[in-house]
């Protein structure tokens, strides 16, 4: 097939690298808001029935939305086979965490309601909130390690390798920095899921995810900002030594890379990229603004600017460095050099083009059909169908 | 043995891909036969065929969300376990899984929530709709998912380049229309539907035991065993047909299961039953059928169907061509990205194909060009699965098979031709089979993966060359986390499953006459005033 040369492979990176960010933003944006949720739920409802009012205003929809994970997974293995092989093994007890805690939600989500005993139900209700905080808090722990380097080298064969005591691997990422970061994430997902609970339930459970939801959104605009001041003065970027070669064959270790100066002097090369933390900012300030208001559309909306622009602001930084090796900047992975090959990339645009306008389009008519409220006699009357 | 990595990582995908496996038959054959229920329902109209699409579509619900649960370890799995794997072949391995979640998973998630939260949302059809949605999203899934392991057992459509020193896929219609991949993908949704339609015979004679819900009980019977038949069928036929696809891509797995130690004049017998040794490599006791195995295995009375030791001597060969394509690899590699010099890549090409051969070394030597000819002796040996497990897994699971057929023909003419009049005793062994489509299912499953061994790609890359850089305690953590989770997870599921069964359908006629009153009433005002 000569086909797949329509594309040229530097493109078909980029355009790959673009569309990890629209996953990754997919991932947040809607399986966010079922996170939040979940965090809230212990402290939004009082009883059993604004528990399930709360459960219920996501019930139908976080099992489409938690595809964006396993889509995620899936579409690093095939496009970033190299950024898949050596992030999960690298972070590997960390991911055995997030497996975990993302195994018990879905079966809380399906076996809470199954019996009426409050033991049983409080169990999971704790199970749903570890379920949302424990991944919201290390994806974003994830991402401020990758910003930092990653102790790994390759080996000639590309065998990823890490380095350090086993201890060290695991609770070296639970370093300041990335603690920060997973404090942007966490409490960017709880505003999230305030501002997906004051659309869809009513009070008294929507008065009460608003003040959550206002106070985790300051915290969230706080610890962006200040995450953004310590990249600029406490930490160093990645940078190519020599020339760059972009459509090379994918062997990160025929380019050179060195530690450079702070990430953020891409913002002087690239002055564009500065929309993204602009979004970031104006979305997550406007959204308190709304949960304060009592606004309800158009808070959701602004959230979900925010967390697009956190995000995009993150992988706009870096490019090209997709996960830059601090023990070995020589192994980084970046968008020139990690990829699959072009017939792959090119055949996966195409399933890419074919599916996402089918799968928004699907999922844009399923929530249409379940707009409005959870209200109390939804749950009430419809014990047998509901959560 | 001792506790390597190697074999930790090993026991934990075949632990979790076996649990996984326990729930998915099910989700797969259930989608279907609760789209059928909603289907006579949405077209006769009449409320018990609705009454069993929820109770049945209960069950199925219990059960999936723990397919959905156990599937997303598979899905990081091979990047946390099988580091090396995933890079050296992500390229072509990568692309059905990330397919299957654009095209079928998103599709069955999706529309499973309103499946079970939209029956006051959505009109008749709409609903039903949505019903076969799910159904044909799991079964797009299995479908996905078995390109991705038939490229394991035959890995067509891909070359390897030595510059990014992994696998690349050269044809994407190769991949997708392997016949190893292909076959399998109708076998595995076929054991499926066996393994639902066992499931439903199965609750349902429990009712009728215990003259509960009969109406229900006879009706489920009904379509049970008509679908079970079909696929009963089906599994077995396909399953020969993906022996005979083994017959040109695995030889060395078909002669392991046939315990076939050395290559006869053709047709070749069959052994019926046997006991292979693995040391002697010989069949003690061995009971043959004359003919079948070369007509099974290759369809013609004058083709050969080699034998293992024949197979041993070709391996041996291949690790001799495979070190030299090894011994080019390192020139390339020494050249650090520097362009290759057009007789370097010849010499590579040459014997490219049988690099992985090469790589069966590395157990014992760390550079294969310094490999000795025991070592090579050792390295071809290597290449034979244990022949036991195989040989009585695979007898086990076609006896099994044929034991399903003869079941759901019964049930089928006793509910077509007899007035549905089902004597107790077969009532009893309809409930008892219930666990047997699951151990089919498994030991399929196991001659599957155990006798591709010792390969991850089959002739690409050796399973021990394929794990993650790990430490032994991280694995043991991750084992004995997932053995406990999973442990608790499955005593709840089966606590539940049983709960639900015993109370059986929770909606009588006379409920579901007012549900369909509400329903109208609901979609009128709907009708009334449009959605915002």
Not at chain 1, 14 to 35: C, H
Not at chain 2, 80 to 87: K, P, R
């Amino acid at each position: 097939m000569i086909l797949h040369e329509l594309i040229d492979i530097e493109i078909l990176r980029v355009i790959w690298w673009a569309l990890l960010g629209v996953l990754l933003i997919g991932f947040a944006l809607t399986d966010g808001f079922d996170m939040g949720v979940g965090v809230l739920i212990p402290f939004v409802g009082k009883t059993d029935v604004e528990r399930r009012i709360a459960i219920n205003t996501i019930g139908p929809v976080w099992e489409g939305n938690q595809v964006w994970f396993i889509l995620g997974g899936g579409a690093i293995f095939a496009a970033w086979p190299p950024l898949y092989a050596v992030s999960f093994s690298g972070f590997y007890l960390a991911m055995f965490v997030v497996l975990s805690a993302l195994i018990v939600r879905p079966v809380a989500f399906k076996y809470r309601s199954k019996r009426e005993d409050p033991v049983w139900r409080n169990t999971w209700d704790w199970a749903l909130f570890v379920g949302g905080a424990v991944p919201a808090l290390i994806f974003g722990v994830a991402v401020g390690n990758v910003l930092q380097g990653v102790p790994f080298h390759l080996t000639d064969s590309l065998m990823p390798m890490y380095d350090g005591t086993f201890y060290g691997k695991f609770l070296g990422l639970l370093n300041p920095f990335a603690l920060l970061a997973g404090v942007v994430s966490l409490s960017m997902l709880i505003m999230h899921g305030a501002a997906w609970l004051s659309l869809k339930a009513e009070d008294p459970i929507k008065a009460r995810a608003r003040s959550i939801g206002t106070v985790s959104g300051i915290v969230a605009f706080a610890a962006y900002a200040l995450a953004g001041l310590w990249l600029a003065f406490g930490i160093d970027g990645y940078a190519f030594a020599g020339n760059v070669i972009t459509d090379g064959p994918s062997n990160p270790l025929f380019s050179d890379v060195i530690k450079g100066d702070s990430w953020l002097t891409a913002y002087a090369t690239r002055p564009w990229i500065v929309v993204a933390p602009i979004m970031g900012f104006a979305g997550i300030g406007l959204a308190v603004l709304g949960l304060r208001a009592g606004r309800e559309v158009s808070t959701l909306l602004f959230s979900k600017m925010g967390i697009t622009g956190i995000i995009s602001s993150v992988g706009l930084t870096m490019f090209p460095f997709i996960l830059p090796s601090s023990k070995d900047p020589h192994s980084s992975l970046t968008v020139w050099d990690s990829s699959s090959s072009q017939q792959t990339l090119f055949v996966m645009l195409i399933c890419a083009l074919i599916f996402m306008p089918l799968i928004l389009a699907y999922t844009a008519w399923v929530y249409k059909v379940l707009w409005g409220k959870v209200t109390e006699a939804d749950v009430t009357e419809n014990s047998h169908s509901v959560y | 043995m001792e506790l390597d990595i190697v074999e930790l990582s090993r026991l934990q995908f075949a632990m979790t891909a076996m649990y996984h496996f326990l729930f998915v038959p099910l989700t797969l054959g259930l989608s279907i036969l609760v789209a059928i229920m909603e289907t006579v329902y949405v077209m006769t109209n009449r409320p018990i065929w609705r009454q069993m699409t929820k109770f049945w579509g209960t069950l199925f619900g219990i059960n999936f969300v723990l397919g959905v649960a156990t599937g997303i370890t598979m899905e990081f799995q091979f990047g946390m376990n099988w580091s090396y794997y995933s890079h050296y072949v992500g390229d072509i391995f990568g692309a059905p899984l990330a397919i299957e979640g654009l095209m079928a998973f998103f599709l069955e998630a999706t529309f499973v929530g309103l499946f079970f939260f939209g029956w006051d949302k959505l009109s008749k059809v709409g609903h039903l709709v949505v019903a076969w949605l799910v159904a044909i999203g799991s079964n797009f899934s299995a479908l996905w998912i078995l390109i991705a392991n038939g490229w394991m057992q035959n890995p067509v459509g891909a070359e390897f380049n030595p510059l990014s020193m992994r696998m690349e896929m050269t044809s994407f219609f190769d991949v997708v229309f392997n016949e190893v991949a292909q076959a399998k993908f109708v076998h595995t949704v076929s054991a499926g539907y066996v393994t639902a339609s066992v499931f439903v015979l199965g609750v349902s004679a429990w009712y009728l035991l215990k003259n509960r819900h009969v109406e229900l009980a006879r009706r489920s019977i009904t379509v049970a065993a008509a679908f079970g038949l079909m696929s009963a069928f089906s599994v077995v036929i396909l399953g020969d047909e993906s022996g005979y696809s083994t017959t040109h891509s695995q030889k060395m797995k078909l002669a392991a299961i046939e315990a076939m130690w050395h290559t006869e004049p053709a047709p070749a017998a069959f052994t019926l039953v046997g006991f292979p040794d693995d040391e002697a490599r010989e069949t003690h006791y061995a009971v043959h059928l004359p003919y079948a195995m070369g007509l099974i295995g290759t369809r013609s009375l004058t083709e050969e169907v080699p034998g293992i030791a024949e197979l041993v001597e070709n391996a041996e060969a291949r690790i001799k061509t495979g070190i030299l394509a090894y011994d080019a690899l390192m020139d390339i590699q020494a050249l650090r990205g520097a362009p290759v010099p057009p007789e370097l890549r010849a010499r590579f090409e040459e014997h490219s194909a049988d690099l992985g051969f090469a790589f069966l070394l590395k157990r014992y030597v760390d550079d294969p060009r310094d490999a000795t000819d025991t070592q090579i002796a050792i390295a071809a040996n290597d290449t034979v699965p244990k022949v036991w497990p195989l040989f009585w897994a695979f007898r086990l699971m076609v006896g099994l098979g044929f034991g399903f057929i003869a079941t759901m023909a019964y049930f089928f003419y006793m509910a077509s031709f007899r007035g549905m009049q089902f004597p107790r005793p077969a009532l009893r062994l309809a409930v008892i089979m219930i666990p047997a489509p699951w151990i089919a299912a498994e030991l399929g499953w196991f001659v599957a993966e155990f006798g591709r061994q010792p390969w991850t790609v089959d002739g690409v890359l050796p399973t021990a060359l394929s794990v993650s850089h790990l430490s032994v305690t991280e694995l043991l953590i991750t084992l004995a986390g997932f053995v406990t989770f999973y442990t608790v997870l499955f005593v709840i599921e089966m606590g539940l499953m049983l709960k639900y069964i015993r109370k059986g359908p929770y909606m009588d006629v006379d409920e579901t006459d007012v549900w369909t009153k509400r329903h109208v009433a609901r979609l009128g005002q709907a009708n009334a005033t449009p959605a915002e």
